[in-house]
T-cell receptor, first 115, second 110 residues
């Protein structure tokens, strides 16, 4: 299967700072990438769909000004959590798929802790 | 996308087959059944998917009933590393959204 990486795997930051998380498709070009969030003991929740060269589509209830998504190339999407607060502490996971095909392949996740 | 129902948890002995059921009684004709699993603190891993025929790959087999209202994921020889939460998801292949439910916590015991 395809390989998707995320960086960093762990990040601890102070409240009010911004954090950038990278998602890369290592062996294929992904026109579409997805960002999920998972709180402890809960399932994954889709936050947004990232399309290369265009604006991301956000799920209802997700603040687009807080969670900035940039999909600048066919192998890289970034999620920036702006002015992070403790309630943003979570496990952030991205996924990608080959253009027009299935399935989605997931990255290993990034654990964010905001103090 | 159709909703799925899975048992909350299951246990299996190492070396035995693990059979994980999933009900999707409201599935429509163009919706596929996907299985993913998530090992603790990792991203989900794709296992298998199918439309109406049974499918098999190096990881598992997927058995879909003739009326497509339920399916079973079979891990033929479960190992301790198969301990994970298994998610059954139904959606159109053309759609982008994967909606994760609570899944089944499979624990493989020595």
């Amino acid at each position: 299967g395809a390989v998707v990486s995320q960086h960093p795997s762990w990040v601890i930051c102070k409240s009010g700072t911004s954090v950038k998380i990278e998602c890369r498709s290592l062996d294929f070009q992904a026109t579409t990438m997805f960002w999920y969030r998972q709180f402890p003991k809960q399932s994954l929740m889709l936050m947004a769909t990232s399309n290369e060269g265009s604006k991301a589509t956000y799920e209802q209830g997700v603040e687009k000004d807080k969670f900035l998504i940039n999909h600048a190339s066919l192998t890289l999407s970034t999620l920036t959590v702006t002015s992070a607060h403790p309630e943003d502490s979570s496990f952030y996971i991205c996924s990608a798929r080959y253009p027009g095909t299935d399935p989605q392949y997931f990255g290993p996740g990034t654990r964010l802790l905001v103090l | 996308d159709a909703k799925t129902t899975q048992p909350t948890s299951m246990d299996c002995a190492e070396g035995r087959a693990a059979n994980l059921p999933c009900n999707h009684s409201t599935i429509s004709g163009n919706e596929y059944v996907y299985w993913y699993r998530q090992i603790h603190s990792q991203g989900p891993q794709y296992i298998i998917h199918g439309l109406k025929n049974n499918e098999t790959n190096e990881m598992a087999s997927l058995i879909i009933t003739e009326d497509r209202k339920s399916s079973t994921l079979i891990l033929p020889h479960a190992t301790l590393r198969d301990t994970a939460v298994y998610y059954c998801i139904v959606r159109e292949t053309s759609g982008s959204r994967l909606t994760f439910g609570e899944g089944t916590q499979l624990t493989v015991n020595p």
